[in-house]
Structure formats: structure tokens, C-alpha cells
């Protein structure tokens, strides 16, 4: 039989965790936590400039093709006049349909319609041509999509060359 004593315990009892370590155990869980959440907001950050640079890109395109398909939509400054190396404006006839750009399948929400179509009407394009040379038989033609982005105005520009001839009678 084993004998006991009457010795009053002297030290803690370690079956629990102490304060110290519960604060720095919250410490550490608090500096995780900010650090993800840090990651997740600027992920969403990213995700939406993306956006506007893929929508910038692909208004681009569409405005090119449009000039090269139908360059009857534009106004078209004189050869003459793009034979000095500079962009000259290029802009929108009356026979340009503006096309919003909303796709086919659009939120039903009317609060979402609207965010939708507020971000694409965010957007704006300038199209600019230019004669590499007197006797160039092309023109150059870039498009520049300007937005807002951060307090900060942001452009993407493409460029791509059309045949003189098809510029045929027009200004």
C-alpha cells in the first residue's frame, strides 16, 4: 500500500494553459488573420482591374475590326494631312451605331443591371491615324480605351495598320 502525505502541493497545476500562453496564442492567430484577409482584399483588387483591362482590351479589338470592316462609320482626316507622322483624330460619323456593349445575358436584379452597366459606360476611346510615310499604302490606326482606376486615370492602347485603299472617297 503506498503511504501518503500530507505535503501541500507546491507547484501549478499543469493541466491547463496559462495566460501568457493564451495571449500568444491569440497573437498569432491575430497576425494569421490580418494576413489573410490583407491577401483576400487585394485578390479582390486585382480581380477587378483584370476586369477593366480585359474590357479594355476587347473594346479595342471591336473598335479596330469595326474601323477595318465598315471605315465608312468614321470620319477620316485627309491622307494629306496623315502624311506628317502624327496621330490625327479619327472619329465616330453619324452612321456609327454606338454599340453599348451589354452582353446578351444581363443580371435580372435591376441594382446588379445597373452596376453592370455603369462599369461599361465607365470607359472611353480615342482613335488616332497616321502615315508612316508620303508613300506608305497603309495607315496606322490605334485605339486608346482610357477608365478610372485608384484615382487614376489608365489607358490600353492597340494599334494595327489598314490598307489606304480602303479608306477609298473618304475625308
Same mark, same amino acid.
Given at each position: ?26 497573437a498569432?492567430?491575430g497576425?494569421a488573420?490580418f494576413?489573410v ?12 482591374e ?9 473594346m479595342?479589338?471591336e473598335l479596330?475590326?469595326?474601323?477595318h470592316?465598315?471605315? $465608312?462609320?468614321f470620319?477620316?482626316?485627309? *491622307?494629306?494631312d496623315?502624311?506628317h507622322? $502624327?496621330?490625327?483624330p ?24 445597373d452596376? &453592370?452597366?455603369?462599369f461599361?459606360e ?17 495607315? &496606322? ?11 487614376? $486615370? ?7 495598320? *489598314?490598307p489606304?485603299?480602303?479608306l477609298?472617297d473618304?475625308?
Open positions: 500500500m503506498k503511504r501518503q502525505t500530507n505535503r501541500p502541493r507546491t507547484g501549478v497545476d499543469s493541466s491547463g494553459f496559462t495566460l501568457v500562453e493564451m495571449l500568444g496564442a491569440l498569432v492567430a497576425v488573420a494576413i484577409i490583407s491577401l483576400f482584399s487585394w485578390s479582390l483588387v486585382l480581380g477587378q483584370s476586369r477593366r483591362h480585359s474590357m479594355a482590351a476587347g479595342a479589338s479596330l475590326t469595326r474601323m470592316r465598315a471605315p $465608312e462609320e470620319v477620316w482626316p485627309e *491622307l494629306d496623315l502624311s507622322g $502624327e496621330g490625327v479619327v472619329e465616330a460619323s453619324d452612321a456609327f451605331e454606338a454599340d453599348p456593349g451589354l452582353p446578351a445575358a444581363m443580371p435580372t436584379v435591376t441594382r446588379l443591371r452596376a &453592370e452597366t455603369a461599361r465607365a470607359f472611353r476611346w480615342e482613335a488616332f491615324a497616321r502615315r508612316p510615310g508620303a508613300d506608305a499604302h497603309y495607315v &496606322e490606326l490605334t485605339v486608346a480605351v482610357y477608365w478610372e482606376a485608384q484615382g487614376r $486615370e489608365r489607358v490600353y492602347t492597340l494599334t494595327s495598320a *489598314l489606304v485603299q480602303r477609298g473618304s475625308p
